[in-house]
């Protein structure tokens, strides 16, 4: 059994990402700055930004935090958009998710400038995606793709199953898996809330991606042997014994269901840190785009 390691992954990619950015320093090129808007306190949310702006960081990229108020209305934000949408000195930026309920999440998303949406979330970049177009690929995905991807794991031909069908993760992962080259080519079946006797499917996988954030969903009795499993599922469990007050666990019952895998992700340390690098690789690519076009 191989752990796929997306600490060590990731790292290698900012690596890379460093040195790229030290070419264009030494060319005295642009250097690329990625903004982030986060909405509100969430704790979550805190983390998850405060995490994109240190990796923004460590690679030399510029990066933006722009903070507003919980109160902040579904036209200020839209306003803030637009302003980052004609701003010539970013590259990229995101909005921050879960936004507050009186904001409409799609009309946001909508609003953000295609070429500057690096968590491809835009129905734009999401159907170039679909249609095996050069597009901004959502930063899990894009990092579940990578993993495979060096580690060599074979996908030709196997069959994958992913559990959970939201537009960041589950759907995007399934139609990646199944489009042309590597990795990809596989035969897939999208399962979510609705699907009936998921286990006899499950059992049939040669891949199993879990998406859904039910902490141990995925049992052993549920996977066949020599089974890959990718466990993107981040859940928060509380406990007071620690300090911080919560763990972090995943989809996967990984103790039980490692004895039977081939390759597995864990959780943390598999897809978690792989979504920022990809986020950093996204942005990259943005101010390259950017470069080829002006
Ligand atoms: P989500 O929007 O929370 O949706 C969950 C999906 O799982 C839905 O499609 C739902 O089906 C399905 N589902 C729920 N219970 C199920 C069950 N018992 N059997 C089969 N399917 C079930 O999904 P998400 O935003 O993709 O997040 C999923 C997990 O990944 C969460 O733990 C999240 O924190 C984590 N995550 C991690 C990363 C990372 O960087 N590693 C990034 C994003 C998300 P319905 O559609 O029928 O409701």
Redesign the pocket.
Known sequence: MTILDGKKVSDDIKDEIAAAVAVMKERGERIPHLAAVLVGNDGASLTYVGSKVRACERVGFRSTLIRLPNTTSEIELLKEIDELNKDEDIDGFIVQLPLPKQIDTQKVLMAIDPDKDVDGFHPTNFGKMALDMTTFIP??PF?IIELLERYNVETKGKHTVV????????RPMSILMGRRGFPGNSTVTL?????KN?SQITTQADIII?????PG?LKAEMVKDDVVVID????RVPDETRKRGYYIT??VDFENVSKKSTYITP?PG???P???AMLLKNTLLACEWRRQTT
Do not use: N, P
């Open positions: 930063a899990t990092g559990i959970g069908r939201s537009h960041i993760v589950g399962t979510h809330s609705h699907t998921i879990t998406a859904l954030g039910v969903f993107v599922g981040i859940t995943g989809d959780v598999g897809v978690g792989m979504t920022i």
